[in-house]
Structure formats: structure tokens, C-alpha cells
């Protein structure tokens, strides 16, 4: 019997992905969303922030440790049909938790349907339920990269990646739209009139869209095709990162200068087909490959080489439970900001978050500074939760 190879730990992936995560929550709750620096909220339309980085970051993570894991139990002897059968439920689950998720409080309703029974009630909100989401397209993203790359080459891959990205791009851009006729390329600037969001309306009618867009998604169907692609960079980078037989110093300038070049041909890629989250353009993708290679790589070097760790712990903490922070943070932030509610007269209502941030933060400090003293707390309190799950030895899995 052959002895599976020790698996080299770097903590500084989970440090990279405790940092994404934690991030996620600081510019996922603001205290009010009409008091939030430039920084901490998403592009307009074309272009980037740091927080558009945060998402494509988690995917290029899940790349990278889903290659790692499936290398270390091949490694170990596993076949590839139970390889086969995680990839399919975990996918499975992560969708099914986000879908879940959209639909939190599911015993809360508009005041329109105060006198409605409850069998009309729950019509309602199955009619209005949103079917994608954050969560929703990272288990697409993950289960199609993973079917992808599952028994396929490097070259393959590849292969596979350039025809995701060029494609998405000539879907977007060279092709007529059912509704105007118009290809892509000319209405770019229009999210309603893009191919994505025609699609996303037939597949899923614009009941089941994301409220804030109402005619299309940011998380819709087609534009999860590039996101697939995300993933399988990660995936590139975790076959660099576990060849343990290169020193790390080699592996690390690999990384730099990977990512260096993937973020100059994404910024080039962006003069035809701008770099855009919302649609999550093929620029997109390679851009933000680009930074996250180098981010990590930037990691990487200050924590596994240079052994500067102290700073560390609280990321590790994040990166260790993922699923419990972004599941449990995402119920906390919908219950005390929906669920429990009170009237405070002149027909208004006030949400236990509204009490909270006015009364201690908002009293006493300017908009912007309570906004984000606000979320800077509610991201602590995680870390706290987190801890302690954590102390307990618990880590929720899928």
C-alpha cells in the first residue's frame, strides 16, 4: 500500500480567504447603505473598486482549494466516482443554502397582503422568490468548473477556459438581442438591453430577478458562464501552488508574474469589453485572476516566507469556516433588519438594526464614519462567533 505524499499547509490561504470573507461582510452591511465610502461600494456600471475584487476572489480561492483537496485524495486512493459524487453535492448544497437564503424570513410579508390568507401569502412569496444569488452562483461556478476539469488536461482546460471567455464575449457583443435586435456591443452601457439580462428573463421571468435590477441580474444565469471561468484560473493556480517538488520562492514568482501579465492583457481586454462585475465580462475574469494571483502570491511571501504571522489569526479564524460566516452573517444581517420590527408611530416601522445603528452609532458620529463603524462591529462580532465555533472545534462543511 502506497503512502499518499504529506500535504504541504500554507497558512496563508486561509489567511487569503479569511481576509475575502471578512471583507464580504464589512461592505455587505453598512449601517445605512446612503452613507458608504467610494471604496467599500461597487462600480457604477463599468469598472472596478475593491469591493469588486472580493467576489471573484472567492471563486479563484474555491479554484485553488478544490484543486488542492482533489489532489490530496487521489493522492490517498479515492476513485473518481466518489470524487465525482462530492463535486455534485457540494455544488448541490451551496446552491440549495443560497436559494434558502433569498427567501429569509420566509413568514414575513408586504403590507399589501396584511388581509391576504395564508395560502395567497405563501403563493406570493414562492411568485417573488429570487432563484440566483452570491451563494447560487458560487455552486454553479464550482459544480460546472469541477465537471469541467474533473478528468480533463492542462491543455484541455485550457482550451476550455479560452472558449468560455471568447465566447461569453461574442455572445455579448456580436450577437442580435431577441428583444431589439441590437447586438451587444452597442448597448454595453444599457444593463436591460444585454443579451445576459434577455436570457435571464426568459429562463427565469423578471418575478424571480434580483429586486434592485428588476429587468436583470447581477448574479443571472448566462454571465455565470465566465464565472466558471474564475473558478478553473483558481484551479490553474492550485496545480502551480501544490508542486511541492519547486521551491516556494519559485512557485511564488511564477504567481507574481502570471497574475502581473493577466492583469495588463485583462486592462487591454477592457477597451473592447469593459471590465464589469455586474456582467462579469471576460475582462473581468482575467483582470481580477490577475490581482488575486498576485494578492495572494503578496501573501503568500509575508506569511510562509518571511514568516510575519502575528497579524494573521483573525483572518485564519475567518478562513477556517467560510460557510458559517457567510450563512450565519447573511441570516443575522436579513432577521435583524426584516424579522424584527416594531412601530414607532407615524405609520413607520424601525428594524432592530435601524435601533441599533441609530442609537450608537449614527448619535454620535458623522454618516460615513457610523456607516462603517457600524459594519467595522458587525464583522468583530463574527470574528467572535467565529472563535468560538472554532475553540469547539466546529466547522460547518458541505
Known amino acids: 500500500m502506497t503512502t499518499a505524499p504529506k500535504a504541504e499547509r500554507l497558512l496563508s490561504l486561509d489567511v487569503f480567504r479569511g481576509m475575502t470573507v471578512a471583507g464580504m461582510l464589512l461592505v ?25 475584487l472580493i467576489f471573484p476572489f472567492f471563486l479563484f480561492i474555491v479554484g485553488i482549494t478544490t484543486e488542492l483537496s482533489l489532489r490530496v485524495r487521489r ?8 470524487i465525482l459524487r462530492q463535486i455534485i453535492r457540494r455544488g448541490a448544497l451551496i446552491f440549495l443554502f443560497g436559494f434558502l437564503l433569498s427567501g429569509f424570513p420566509f413568514f414575513t410579508w408586504p403590507p399589501a397582503l396584511e388581509g391576504a390568507t395564508f395560502v395567497e401569502r405563501v403563493v406570493h412569496r414562492v411568485e417573488h422568490w ?31 477556459l479560452a472558449t468560455l471567455l471568447f465566447g461569453y464575449w461574442a455572445l455579448m457583443t456580436l450577437v442580435p438581442v431577441p428583444d431589439t ?8 452601457d444599457k444593463p436591460d438591453q444585454l443579451l445576459s439580462a434577455w436570457f435571464d428573463r426568459l429562463i427565469l421571468g423578471t418575478d424571480h430577478l434580483w429586486v434592485g435590477g428588476k429587468t436583470w441580474d447581477p448574479e443571472g444565469l448566462l454571465s455565470t458562464l465566465p464565472a466558471v471561468g474564475t473558478v478553473i484560473c483558481g484551479t490553474f493556480a492550485g496545480k502551480w501552488i501544490g508542486q511541492q517538488q519547486r521551491a516556494l520562492s519559485e512557485r511564488l514568482a511564477g504567481l507574481f508574474a502570471v497574475g502581473a501579465l493577466a492583469m495588463m492583457v485583462g486592462l487591454m481586454w477592457h477597451w473592447v469589453f469593459p471590465i464589469n462585475k455586474s456582467i462579469w465580462t471576460s475582462s473581468y475574469v482575467v483582470f481580477t485572476a490577475g490581482i488575486g494571483a498576485v494578492s495572494l502570491a503578496t501573501c503568500m511571501w ?13 483572518f485564519a479564524i475567518y478562513g477556517t469556516n467560510p460557510m458559517l460566516a457567510f450563512l450565519g452573517s447573511g441570516l443575522m444581517a436579513r432577521g435583524i433588519a426584516s424579522l424584527w420590527t416594531w ?10 438594526q435601524g435601533f441599533v445603528y441609530q442609537s450608537f452609532y449614527a448619535s454620535w458620529l458623522p454618516p460615513r464614519e457610523a456607516s462603517l463603524a457600524y459594519a467595522v462591529s458587525f464583522v468583530a462580532l463574527w470574528f467572535g462567533i467565529l472563535w468560538v465555533a472554532f475553540k469547539r472545534g466546529f466547522v460547518l462543511k458541505v
Open 343 to 352: 412601530d414607532v408611530g407615524n405609520g413607520t416601522r424601525m428594524s432592530a
Open 181 to 188: 435586435g441590437v447586438p451587444g456591443r452597442f448597448v454595453l
Open 302 to 314: 509575508i506569511i510562509d516566507v518571511q514568516q510575519i504571522r502575528r497579524w494573521t489569526w483573525p
Open 28 to 52: 455587505n452591511n453598512p449601517g445605512t447603505w446612503s452613507a458608504i465610502y467610494p471604496p467599500l461600494e461597487h462600480a457604477a456600471w463599468h469598472g472596478w473598486t475593491p469591493t469588486d
Open 75 to 82: 493522492a490517498r486512493g479515492d476513485d473518481d466516482g466518489a
Open 130 to 160: 429570487r432563484v440566483m444569488g452570491v451563494l447560487q452562483r458560487i455552486g454553479v461556478a464550482y459544480l460546472l468548473a469541477g465537471l469541467l476539469t474533473w478528468r480533463t488536461t492542462v491543455k484541455q482546460q485550457v482550451a476550455i
